[in-house]
């Protein structure tokens, strides 16, 4: 069993919609948590970072954690075409330096 | 500010001969993080490096190595490569571990 999986999509919504992203993990060493957005042939590109659990907003992004139930979301509200893309949840301890575990994306069309 | 460099963009290489890809990471940051991400396994951790030292290793043969210098950028090499070895490999910077990690735009390496 993989330690992070993530909700394998494909997932298409209408433009303004809200998009729900998710992922779980067994490792209970986990402390931070990351979502990235990838753009086809593109590199990662962080767009939140939360360390425990709570949550965190950032313009029409939201992210929460869940520790207790080893869950993560990233909420999109009014969802754009620009969103289009895959999304990667990603998460670290501090007893593996530098290492993130990824899940394996969603790709995510939102249409006009 | 200047984000992560990867060069070059594209390789193509033959079987058995070795390459190397060069990693240039935000100013300031010390800890460089390798990954290969291919289709079929995701986003894989190749190894991190801070203040010149290797500090973490992932699960791949000893033809993936690296290094780093003094002025922290990173360098990893592959020898005798595979067909396998076809893939995206990604370069983040951070300041240390665990805090945020912003990637390069990935070297393509195609072996053929």
């Known amino acids: 069993q993989k330690e992070v999986e993530q909700d394998p999509g494909p997932l298409s919504v209408p433009e303004g919609a809200i998009v729900s992203l998710n992922c779980t993990y067994s490792?209970?060493?986990?402390?931070?948590f990351m979502w990235y957005r990838q753009y086809s042939r593109k590199g990662p590109e962080l767009l939140m970072y939360t360390y425990s659990s709570g949550n965190k907003e950032d313009g029409r992004f939201t992210a929460q954690v869940d520790k207790s139930s080893k869950y993560i979301s990233l909420f999109i509200r009014d969802s754009q075409p620009s969103d289009s893309a895959t999304y990667l949840c990603?998460?670290?301890?501090?007893?593996?330096?530098?290492?993130?575990?990824f899940g394996d994306g969603t790709t995510l069309t939102v249409k006009p | 500010k200047a984000g992560v460099t990867q060069t070059p963009r594209y390789l193509i290489k033959t079987r058995g001969q070795q390459v190397t890809l060069s990693c240039s990471p935000i100013?300031?940051?010390?800890?460089v993080s390798w990954y290969q991400q291919t289709p079929g396994q995701g986003l894989q951790f190749l190894f991190e490096y801070f203040s010149e030292t290797q500090r973490n290793k992932g699960n791949f043969p000893g033809r993936f190595s690296g290094r780093q210098f003094s002025n922290s950028r990173s360098e990893m090499n592959v020898s005798t490569l595979e067909l396998g070895d076809s893939a995206l490999y990604l370069c983040a910077s951070s300041w240390t571990s665990n805090t945020e990690a912003f990637f390069g735009q990935g070297t393509r390496l195609t072996v053929v």
């Open positions: 490792n209970s060493a986990f402390q931070y």
């Open positions: 990603a998460m670290s301890s501090n007893t593996n330096a530098g290492k993130s575990t």
């Open positions: 100013s300031g940051h010390r800890s």
